[in-house]
């Protein structure tokens, strides 16, 4: 089964087809990373006007990169929500049309459960397959997530963010440490290689770290970050000791608790998904903490491509649930919680 699939919740423009929800045959991704620098962050109208002038010549880049006419595709998936009125619109408005003309079934899909869907996608011959129960961790700009799946059909919110994501936090300390790109990859790289010494130049707070209930907050290590830096002028060696420690904090965080989450359910496996778990400290992390544990669940991870925002595991996911929708009863929903598509 061919599936089409259209993501633009957030600032990029997105289309992939993938067979069988598993073999990515394309992946096209319009990035926006020079208006990252030139605005500092996302502007919703300048995205969204952006992604309607891509979203034509992507949709037709992955049909071609995949050399398959639309008339070989079985269903069309979109992403609905949560995210930015004005970007969603322009995806769920585009497939509809595709939908109208061409009398394919459409899938709406939830764009923070797909991320998770990603462990599916081009499977390496020799790795475990995921066993149930798993838990699920879905980190990125806008979410942190803890799901329990009992299959890939059946899963339930167990807590998240009560304030700021753990994307968030890594972009906010980095416009702090006055990088103009990405937050999360500036920081992974500015602490690479930076051996704190003893004592540490800087220490953060580990928010929630010792309290049992599967909940995160990142906003007070954001002020624990802008008072500790305003202490003294920037240095370069400044810069990296920060990083270092900012992603220290949050991954120590964000292990712990999938790490309890995990005992707490018998998982039989971890899925780690969404924008962060492109870093690599906190897959290093992951790894030791499961190396210490007996009978430790399996360790899923996507390709660091299909970790930030993309249409291939929107198509993994809409293959998995097989639900499609009447094009004319799909509109875009820019709150659609995390517990609502469950
Ligand atoms: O999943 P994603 O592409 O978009 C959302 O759905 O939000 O995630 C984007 C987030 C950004 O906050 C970015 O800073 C973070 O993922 N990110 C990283 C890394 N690569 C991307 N955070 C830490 N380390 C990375 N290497
Ligand atoms: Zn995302």
Redesign the pocket.
Known sequence: MNILAVES??D?TAAAVVTDGRTVRSSVVASSTTMHRKYGGIVPEVAAREQLRCIIPTIRETLQQADTPLTAIDALAVTYGPGLIGSLLVGVETVKALAMVTGKPVIPVH??IA?MYANLLDPVSGTPEVSFPAISLVV????TELFVLESWQSLRWLGGTVDD????A??KA?RLLGFAN????A??QAAAGYHPPQPPLVRLPRPMLDQPALTFSFSGLKTAIVREWQKQPPTPLRVSAFAHEI?EAITDVLVRKTMLAAARHQARSLLIS???A???R?RTKFAAALSEVAGAPSLHIPPLQY???NAAYIAAYAYQRNSPVPWQDITARPDLSVERDI
């Open positions: 919740s957030c990029e764009h923070v991320h990125s700009g806008g979410h994501a753990a994307g968030e890594f972009d980095a990405l937050g999360g990859p920081i992974q992603q969404g924008g962060v492109a870093n690599s906190l970790c930030t925002d």
